[in-house]
């Protein structure tokens, strides 16, 4: 048991170094052209066709799935996707990739009040330590304190956490019945299906197809920070509760800020330095047992 939660904790890490590296993908596409939800359009594409071929050739039997758990997938799909990844990538243009990730960390807190009503899952002192640690991390990375930060930017900042957040409500649920491949692959067909008609698909097209690196960044986002990190995040959650799992995966806006250093010559301060520290900090407590406490 012990070597799955292991495995599981790598997996969530995993993925969250995928996440992180979306802003390499996102801000080139956005500057060649293509809005928010046009991306997340393109993404769930790549994932849709990358998914459906390999279980097509693997298993068939996991495209299987009961009408009446249909609310599920709408759920990933529609909150956990569309809404989440269009706020998401609006508060990358109207803000730094380091504020952008903390503001998208308000998820944890989101999750382990959703998880403690629908799991029953018990919130520990030490899981609020590190989320207190985690967050405070997140806060000195991103510099957010110091202002720069648009009302609208806070808001679909927000926005995001809240719908990253519905994806550990939703998959728990989903991954009682279904395969993690199941799931992954019915929730970004519902996001393509939802999209379509408002991405203006033709234009998108145009864009990505039209020379350049869009096509290999436009693969890129789909296979490195999304297809990858939602199989690695979705099997961990099969032995790692869902509180637990959001706090993890703050490692994200980690790689997120250093991603902003190196690529896009984001500044590192000694504040930022130490909120690094802290985020590090609280995925060791997670994850060092604790007497007489489960985490």
């Not at 308000?106 to 018990?122: G, Q, R, W």
Request: charged letters at 10%; one cysteine or more.
């Amino acid at each position: 048991m012990k070597n799955k939660n292991a495995a599981a904790v790598a997996m969530i890490l995993t993925a969250a170094a995928g996440w992180g590296f979306i802003g390499l993908f996102t801000r080139p596409l956005t500057a060649a052209g293509l809005s928010a939800l046009q991306i997340t359009f393109v993404r769930s594409v790549v994932v849709v066709a990358c998914m459906g071929l390999y279980l097509l050739v693997w298993d068939r039997r996991m495209f299987r799935i009961a009408w009446r758990d249909g609310w599920i997938f709408l759920g990933t799909g529609l909150v956990s996707i569309v809404f989440f990844n269009v706020c998401y990538f609006t508060t990358i243009q109207l803000t730094t990739l380091a504020a952008a990730s903390v503001l998208l960390y308000t998820a944890p807190c989101f999750v382990m009040l959703m998880s403690a009503a629908f799991f029953k899952e018990k919130i520990t002192a030490r899981k609020l330590a590190a989320l207190a640690l985690a967050f405070g991390g997140c806060v000195l990375v991103s510099g957010i304190a110091r202002g720069g930060i648009t009302p609208m930017g806070l808001l679909t900042g927000i926005g995001a956490g809240f719908g990253y957040a519905t994806y550990s409500i939703f998959g728990k649920v989903a991954l009682k019945k279904y395969h993690s491949f199941t799931l992954i692959f019915y929730t970004f067909v519902v996001s393509t299906v939802c999209l379509a008609p408002f991405a203006h698909v033709g234009q998108a097209a145009s864009v990505v197809l039209g020379g350049g690196d869009t096509m290999a960044l436009a693969m890129g986002l789909g296979l490195v920070s999304t297809f990858m990190p939602y199989i690695c995040y979705t099997k961990g959650l099969e032995h790692v509760e869902a509180g637990k799992a959001s706090v993890l995966a703050f490692f994200e806006p980690l790689v997120a800020t250093v991603t902003g250093i190196v690529a896009f010559h984001e500044k590192l301060t000694a504040m930022s330095a130490a909120g690094i520290g802290l985020i590090f900090a609280a995925i060791v407590l997670l994850n060092v047992p604790a007497r007489g406490e489960k985490g």
